[in-house]
């Protein structure tokens, strides 16, 4: 039964953390801006696409994509801990 709670929290945090920067990079992609031959960096927290220049070239950065993904992971599994621990010591003190 212990696992059970561990792993939904785990999943509500992951889910949670992956919610927030879905909304973030959201909001960071649909940022109107146009300079005819400037680059455009979208990411939170780290960059991982752009596109611009002259020729109007795309490009993934994909070491800026694992970064977002470390931290989304680690981000939701710091929730998860957070809350397990929340609710150990309100248990402990009932």
């Known amino acids: ?19 927030v920067f ?7 992609f649909s940022r109107s801006e146009f300079i005819s031959d ?8 780290f960059t991982f696409y752009r596109h611009g220049g002259f020729a109007h070239e795309h490009e993934y950065v994909w070491l800026g ?6 931290i989304t992971v680690g981000f939701g599994i710091a929730i ?4 397990k621990k929340i609710f ?7």
């Open 80 to 83: 998860g801990w957070l809350w």
């Open 65 to 70: 994509l694992l970064a977002d993904l470390v």
């Open 38 to 45: 400037g680059w455009y960096f979208h990411g939170f927290p």
């Open 1 to 19: 039964m212990k696992r059970a709670k561990s792993g939904l929290r785990l999943s509500v945090g992951l889910l949670a953390s992956t919610i």
């Open 88 to 94: 150990e010591r309100c248990s402990s003190q009932m």
């Open 22 to 28: 879905a909304v973030i990079n959201y909001l960071d």
